[in-house]
């Protein structure tokens, strides 16, 4: 029995090992395509011995490089995409015979260190021979069960729910068929809607007419006029105006030609609409250097009058004057079909909780739903006869945080690969003595200040890699830290005009700036409250992780080891599709090795994995993560101080000119020239592109839910409620309702048109002399609530998203519930700190 189960052991072990080989291509298989696309692959992908012989074939073809494969050392399931070292434990059973050449009759541990990148170009066949005779490494283990049973992978797009059965299969796909069909049927059905234009001239002293040609199919008419006209917030600093209503002319019943009719044909003429005042500026020459605007206004003529008109008893005329001293020039469009903002606030609504049942549930990818809820908004919009062209669709999308996003990413991809996140975070670990809390302090504090001074987008897209290698090396779960770090980020936004969105926004209002908001008392009235909200959000973090266990994984350190290598080779092979035969060629490679880990994985479930502390020295985390590449990290210093520089400069648009969009884009074609770089599809590879077409979708949207009047709805609501209350309380329920609206409405839309629509309010309660509401407060209350609250919700702020998808990318998935759970308390104690602070500071103090 002895020597019969001692055979079946030995053959175990010789086909553990013919399948170890089955993973390397034959020599003659690797192409020059095949290597093109091995090219692109992560350099940490690519080094692994399980493509040595692509490895081998590039340095026949093409000579060594600075990328060797590793050596004898090294373990074949070495897949982390920041090429990162760690402790592979094995636990040997001596009750169970594994079969697979271990010591399993001395029930030894043995922890072997597995690295990278060692310079031995024939490292990978070694290891290969070795793999089954030393048998300590985890995922080299093919013996026992794990051989005869095919371990069935996750999806390669990571879904969740895709293993909870048919019916919920089922549900979702028919659900979401249901959902296009109704789109795609509005969208085949609808024209895109065009208006045409007619250029005008308003005379001085005089009126100027027009006559609807066709009768309007509802009671309501929406005017456009373009032309050198003035906010409605700046009002009060003319007296000149363009006077608009519409009148409905009673004509002779043989009059034909409407469009022509002589002052003898009209019977009677009936105002039946008030009059719509367009300021315009004080001095005629003023208009001649005034950008143009367009003014919209919908009239409603009542359904006694539309039936009139439809009838044929009387038809619209359009009645324009003017009190300037001169003509006034004029684009003039109507629009007989005007949005109704009443039943599109219900659409609206509908389509916004429709997405964040998708994400929130995970249903489907954010990236996904988000296209999803984008395209059914322009859907409902065909469907009320307001479908955009395809021109204003991309108008919609903000180009410059995209080329912002995609010009930091390809900089971080760079970056990457000198090493210095790796050196940086062994740095931090040194400062803090490895002591958890003071280095997550350290780090969320830098970030927070960083973020005053940076737009808090490009801080977190530095900041993300170096808080994963650091939590890596201290070997804690980067999800909560990461959290803790973009909370900060917000936080840390908020102080400076310059540090968020929607403080830009605010900081940039013409009337805002008049009235005494510059840099300096923006930064001086956030202050107090920043400094406050940092210090009550330490708290909240520290009692939401009490423990230093809530910051560490729950599974052992060796398991979770794997599951990451997994993730990051399914994220490899999900990258190539299966277009060519060389494609095909690499990615079946790459199925195979997380084939392989996946059995290590389950082996090491089905027998059990026993943590062990390793508490390594500050010299080995030196000799670990050096820097790798100095010449590029030299060259990439000097293009991150160049687009630093101008980041900074930015604020002062006198001495630079350039966009944050195009600095960002700039510094990354800089970068690319001083790298030198060959495969440049690699660094392409490495960019978020979910994430960037994430936002498109979400700006698309968020434009569409504005077209339909949800942002409108909101400010109105707001504005009705401050002016229902008594004067004595108008100021504290003003910022009570300003702060508290835009902080909700910011965690579940985004929260630039939001901003961009409560600035209006503002403004509007600032300058009604009957409220005789001061402006700063408001202004103080709008930028407190619309950055505070980005940290609600995963998609609340810019900088939550970009966080997740790189760390996505990394291996580390956090889901919209996650997030939920730590964000959305901290956003509610923030407020609550600046709801006390502003009550105490403008209403009890008037500080202002």
Same mark, same amino acid.
Not at 221 to 250: C, E, P, R, W
Not at 718 to 729: A, F, K, R, W, Y
């Given at each position: 029995m002895k020597v019969k189960a001692t055979g079946k052991r030995i053959l175990r072990r010789r086909k553990s090992s013919k399948k170890s080989l089955e993973i390397y291509p034959a020599p003659n298989q690797v192409t020059e395509a095949s290597l093109e696309i091995w090219r692109t692959l992560p350099a940490a992908i690519r080094q692994d011995p399980s493509l040595a012989s692509f490895r081998q074939e590039h340095e026949r073809l093409h000579g060594p490089d600075d990328d060797p494969l590793p050596n004898e050392d090294c373990s074949a399931d070495d897949g982390d995409d920041n090429s990162k070292e760690f402790i592979t434990i094995k636990v040997t059973n001596p009750s169970q015979n594994g079969g697979d050449g271990t010591d399993s009759a001395s029930g030894k541990l043995t922890a072997t260190t597995t690295a990278t990148a060692t310079p031995s170009p024939r490292? !990978?066949?070694?290891?290969?021979?070795? /793999?089954?005779?030393? /048998?300590?490494?985890? +995922?080299?283990?093919?013996? /026992? #069960?794990?051989? =005869?049973? #095919? @371990?069935? $992978?996750?999806?390669?797009?990571?879904?969740?729910?895709?293993?909870?059965?048919?019916?919920?299969?089922?549900? &979702?796909?028919?659900?979401?068929?249901?959902?296009?069909? *109704?789109?795609?049927?509005?969208?085949?059905? &609808?024209?895109?809607?065009?208006?045409?234009?007619?250029? $005008?001239?308003?005379?001085? !002293?005089?009126?100027?007419?027009?006559?609807?040609?066709?009768?309007p199919p509802g009671s309501r008419v929406g005017i456009y006029l373009k032309g050198a006209f003035l906010n409605d917030q700046q009002h009060n600093m003319t007296s000149n105006y363009v006077s608009v209503n519409l009148q409905l002319l009673y004509t002779n019943s043989n009059t034909s030609n409407l469009t022509n009719i002589q002052d003898h044909d009209v019977k009677h003429v009936e105002n039946v609409t008030d009059a719509w005042l367009v300021p315009v500026p004080a001095y005629p020459d003023q208009m001649d250097r005034m950008d143009e605007i367009t003014r919209k206004h919908v009239f409603d003529i009542g359904t006694a009058s539309h039936r009139k008109v439809a009838n044929g008893k009387a038809v619209i005329r359009v009645h324009m004057s003017s009190n300037v001293e001169a003509d006034v020039p004029v684009k003039f469009t109507y629009d007989s079909t005007p949005i109704d903002k009443e039943t599109g606030v219900i659409y609206a609504a509908i389509v916004l909780l429709g997405l964040y049942v998708l994400i929130i549930w995970e249903i489907v990818n954010r990236t996904f739903a988000a296209m999803i809820a984008s395209t059914l908004a322009i859907g409902v919009l065909a469907a009320m006869d307001e479908r955009p062209s395809m021109p204003k669709l991309i108008s919609w999308i903000d180009v410059e945080t995209l080329l912002l996003l995609f010009g930091m990413m390809i900089m971080v991809a760079i970056l990457s690969e000198t090493g210095i996140f790796d050196f940086l975070a062994v740095y931090a670990y040194q400062v803090t003595n490895g002591r958890v809390w003071p280095l997550i302090n350290c780090l969320c504090i830098f970030t927070a200040v960083?973020?005053?001074?940076?737009?808090?987008?490009?801080?977190?897209?530095? $900041?993300?890699?170096?808080?994963?290698?650091?939590? #890596?090396?201290?070997?804690?779960?980067?999800?909560p830290v990461l959290m803790s770090m973009v909370i900060y980020s917000n936080v840390g936004g908020t102080l400076t005009p310059v540090g968020d969105p929607p403080n830009v926004i605010i900081a940039s209002n013409s009337y805002i700036?008049?009235? /005494?908001?510059?840099?300096?008392?923006? +930064?001086?009235?956030?202050?107090?409250?920043?400094?406050?909200? $940092?210090?009550t959000t330490y708290f909240q973090l520290r009692m939401k992780f009490k423990t230093i266990s809530d910051l560490r994984f729950?599974?052992?350190?060796?398991?979770? #080891?794997?599951?990451?290598?997994?993730?990051?080779?399914?994220?490899?092979?999900?990258? %190539?599709?299966?277009?060519?035969?060389?494609?095909?060629?690499?990615?079946? +490679?790459? %199925?195979?090795? @997380?084939?392989?880990?996946?059995?290590s994985l389950k082996k090491k479930l089905v027998s059990g994995s026993v943590p062990v502390e390793y508490k390594a020295t500050l010299e080995e985390l030196k000799n670990k993560y050096p820097i790798r590449n100095k010449v590029l990290l030299v060259k990439s210093a000097v293009t991150l101080a160049f687009v630093i520089t101008?980041?900074?400069?930015?604020?002062?648009?006198?001495?630079?000119?350039l966009s944050l969009g195009w600095t960002a884009l700039l510094g990354a074609v800089l970068l690319l020239i001083l790298a030198d770089r060959e495969d440049i599809e690699s @660094? *392409?590879?490495?960019? =978020?592109?979910?994430?960037?077409?994430?936002?498109?979708?979400?700006?698309?949207?968020?434009?569409?839910?504005?077209?339909? !009047?949800?942002?409108?709805?909101?400010?109105?609501q707001t504005e009705n409620v401050i002016l229902s209350v008594s004067e004595e309380s108008r100021l504290a329920v003003a910022i009570l309702l300003i702060l508290w609206v835009s902080a909700f409405a910011s965690a579940f839309v985004d929260n630039i048109p939001l901003t961009t629509m409560m600035v209006k309010i503002a403004i509007g309660l600032a300058e009604n002399e009957a409220l005789d509401l001061p402006l700063k407060p408001l202004v103080w209350a709008l930028a407190l609530g619309a950055c505070l609250g980005g940290n609600g919700t995963l998609i609340g702020a810019s900088a939550n998203v970009v966080c997740a998808g790189v760390a996505e990318q990394h291996g580390y998935r956090f889901t919209f519930i996650e997030y939920f759970k730590v964000g959305f308390p901290v956003m509610v104690g923030s407020v609550i700190v600046s709801t006390v602070y502003l009550l105490f500071a403008h209403v009890v103090f008037t500080w202002h």
């Amino acid at each position: 029995m002895k020597v019969k189960a001692t055979g079946k052991r030995i053959l175990r072990r010789r086909k553990s090992s013919k399948k170890s080989l089955e993973i390397y291509p034959a020599p003659n298989q690797v192409t020059e395509a095949s290597l093109e696309i091995w090219r692109t692959l992560p350099a940490a992908i690519r080094q692994d011995p399980s493509l040595a012989s692509f490895r081998q074939e590039h340095e026949r073809l093409h000579g060594p490089d600075d990328d060797p494969l590793p050596n004898e050392d090294c373990s074949a399931d070495d897949g982390d995409d920041n090429s990162k070292e760690f402790i592979t434990i094995k636990v040997t059973n001596p009750s169970q015979n594994g079969g697979d050449g271990t010591d399993s009759a001395s029930g030894k541990l043995t922890a072997t260190t597995t690295a990278t990148a060692t310079p031995s170009p024939r490292a !990978g066949n070694k290891h290969q021979q070795n /793999g089954e005779k030393h /048998g300590h490494n985890a +995922t080299m283990d093919h013996g /026992g #069960e794990g051989d =005869e049973h #095919e @371990v069935t $992978m996750h999806s390669m797009h990571g879904h969740p729910h895709q293993q909870h059965g048919k019916v919920f299969s089922t549900v &979702k796909i028919s659900a979401l068929l249901v959902v296009w069909l *109704i789109f795609t049927g509005f969208l085949m059905s &609808k024209n895109e809607k065009e208006l045409e234009p007619r250029q $005008m001239s308003i005379p001085e !002293g005089r009126i100027r007419t027009y006559i609807l040609p066709d009768s309007p199919p509802g009671s309501r008419v929406g005017i456009y006029l373009k032309g050198a006209f003035l906010n409605d917030q700046q009002h009060n600093m003319t007296s000149n105006y363009v006077s608009v209503n519409l009148q409905l002319l009673y004509t002779n019943s043989n009059t034909s030609n409407l469009t022509n009719i002589q002052d003898h044909d009209v019977k009677h003429v009936e105002n039946v609409t008030d009059a719509w005042l367009v300021p315009v500026p004080a001095y005629p020459d003023q208009m001649d250097r005034m950008d143009e605007i367009t003014r919209k206004h919908v009239f409603d003529i009542g359904t006694a009058s539309h039936r009139k008109v439809a009838n044929g008893k009387a038809v619209i005329r359009v009645h324009m004057s003017s009190n300037v001293e001169a003509d006034v020039p004029v684009k003039f469009t109507y629009d007989s079909t005007p949005i109704d903002k009443e039943t599109g606030v219900i659409y609206a609504a509908i389509v916004l909780l429709g997405l964040y049942v998708l994400i929130i549930w995970e249903i489907v990818n954010r990236t996904f739903a988000a296209m999803i809820a984008s395209t059914l908004a322009i859907g409902v919009l065909a469907a009320m006869d307001e479908r955009p062209s395809m021109p204003k669709l991309i108008s919609w999308i903000d180009v410059e945080t995209l080329l912002l996003l995609f010009g930091m990413m390809i900089m971080v991809a760079i970056l990457s690969e000198t090493g210095i996140f790796d050196f940086l975070a062994v740095y931090a670990y040194q400062v803090t003595n490895g002591r958890v809390w003071p280095l997550i302090n350290c780090l969320c504090i830098f970030t927070a200040v960083l973020s005053s001074f940076l737009d808090n987008v490009t801080t977190v897209l530095l $900041m993300t890699p170096v808080t994963i290698r650091l939590c #890596e090396v201290m070997e804690l779960n980067p999800v909560p830290v990461l959290m803790s770090m973009v909370i900060y980020s917000n936080v840390g936004g908020t102080l400076t005009p310059v540090g968020d969105p929607p403080n830009v926004i605010i900081a940039s209002n013409s009337y805002i700036s008049k009235n /005494g908001v510059n840099f300096a008392t923006f +930064t001086l009235h956030m202050a107090i409250p920043i400094a406050i909200v $940092m210090v009550t959000t330490y708290f909240q973090l520290r009692m939401k992780f009490k423990t230093i266990s809530d910051l560490r994984f729950s599974e052992p350190q060796d398991v979770q #080891e794997i599951r990451h290598e997994i993730a990051v080779w399914q994220r490899a092979a999900a990258s %190539l599709s299966s277009y060519s035969k060389d494609e095909d060629l690499v990615r079946e +490679t790459l %199925l195979k090795k @997380v084939n392989k880990l996946s059995r290590s994985l389950k082996k090491k479930l089905v027998s059990g994995s026993v943590p062990v502390e390793y508490k390594a020295t500050l010299e080995e985390l030196k000799n670990k993560y050096p820097i790798r590449n100095k010449v590029l990290l030299v060259k990439s210093a000097v293009t991150l101080a160049f687009v630093i520089t101008f980041f900074f400069l930015h604020s002062a648009p006198d001495i630079q000119k350039l966009s944050l969009g195009w600095t960002a884009l700039l510094g990354a074609v800089l970068l690319l020239i001083l790298a030198d770089r060959e495969d440049i599809e690699s @660094v *392409i590879a490495r960019v =978020e592109w979910s994430t960037l077409l994430f936002f498109a979708a979400l700006f698309i949207l968020m434009e569409a839910l504005a077209e339909l !009047g949800l942002i409108e709805w909101i400010g109105k609501q707001t504005e009705n409620v401050i002016l229902s209350v008594s004067e004595e309380s108008r100021l504290a329920v003003a910022i009570l309702l300003i702060l508290w609206v835009s902080a909700f409405a910011s965690a579940f839309v985004d929260n630039i048109p939001l901003t961009t629509m409560m600035v209006k309010i503002a403004i509007g309660l600032a300058e009604n002399e009957a409220l005789d509401l001061p402006l700063k407060p408001l202004v103080w209350a709008l930028a407190l609530g619309a950055c505070l609250g980005g940290n609600g919700t995963l998609i609340g702020a810019s900088a939550n998203v970009v966080c997740a998808g790189v760390a996505e990318q990394h291996g580390y998935r956090f889901t919209f519930i996650e997030y939920f759970k730590v964000g959305f308390p901290v956003m509610v104690g923030s407020v609550i700190v600046s709801t006390v602070y502003l009550l105490f500071a403008h209403v009890v103090f008037t500080w202002h």
